[in-house]
T-cell receptor, first 111, second 114 residues
Framework: DQQVKQNSPSLSVQEGRISILNCDYT??????FLWYKKYPAEGPTFLIS?????DKNEDGRFTVFLNKSAKHLSLHIVPSQPGDSAVYFC??????????FGGGTRLMVKP | DAGVIQSPRHEVTEMGQEVTLRCKPI?????LFWYRQTMMRGLELLIY????????DSGMPEDRFSAKMPNASFSTLKIQPSEPRDSAVYFC????????????FGDGTRLSIL
């Protein structure tokens, strides 16, 4: 059973527009959520995180929203840039360091 | 600052051979993780260590897989004997302390078993 799901395998967005990546989870005990970005032939790079006590966290162009009742989180990138083209993974953990990853969404930002 | 360092970056070997993957975590990080990424299963946790002690190895697929962390600056993941279905990208990650801290990943080892 996949506890963390990213239902969109890919997303294409025009440069300058908003990119919205979505993630759903099933384990209500998850209390810490992260987004990672991955370029080809590199390891995942931490992007932004959010604790379950918050519903929004912002860092520059990146904002993560958490809807606990819906068990849903999303990553907004505004404005999108070609350099944002990568695979994005959401991850969740329960009171510790074991991360459960989603399957990833490939974002393509077109110039 | 040096990140997590993995070696080799690529490994191609024949079925039945022993494979050893190496990882040097970020200095000062107390927790280390081994992941495997495949098309079918995505990114899955194999084992993790805290202060050099294995905490959870429930993700290790079979007894052919073993991992050690003899000191705070070095860990190995060994597959013996290797099989074609072990072909994947293996990542090592470390984090500064147990708890809500992001993990920092190495660039991975791409393993191909022929």
């Amino acid at each position: 059973d996949q506890q963390v799901k990213q239902n969109s395998p890919s997303l294409s967005v025009q440069e300058g527009r908003i990119s919205i990546l979505n993630c759903d989870y099933t384990n209500s005990m998850f209390d810490y959520f992260l987004w990672y970005k991955k370029y080809p032939a590199e390891g995942p790079t931490f992007l932004i995180s959010i604790s379950s006590i918050k519903d929004k966290n912002e860092d520059g162009r990146f904002t993560v929203f958490l809807n606990k009742s819906a068990k849903h989180l999303s990553l907004h990138i505004v404005p999108s840039q070609p350099g944002d083209s990568a695979v994005y993974f959401c991850a969740a953990s329960e009171a510790g360091n074991m991360l459960t990853f989603g399957g990833g969404t490939r974002l393509m930002v077109k110039p | 600052d040096a990140g997590v360092i993995q070696s080799p970056r690529h490994e191609v070997t024949e079925m039945g051979q022993e494979v050893t993957l190496r990882c040097k975590p970020i200095s000062g990080h107390n927790s280390l993780f081994w992941y495997r990424q495949t098309m079918m299963r995505g990114l899955e946790l194999l084992i993790y260590f805290n202060n050099n002690v294995p905490i959870d190895d429930s993700g290790m697929p079979e007894d052919r897989f073993s991992a050690k962390m003899p000191n705070a600056s070095f860990s190995t993941l060994k597959i013996q004997p290797s099989e074609p279905r072990d072909s994947a990208v293996y990542f090592c990650a470390s984090t500064v302390e147990w708890g809500r801290q992001p993990q920092h990943f190495g660039d991975g080892t791409r393993l191909s078993i022929l």
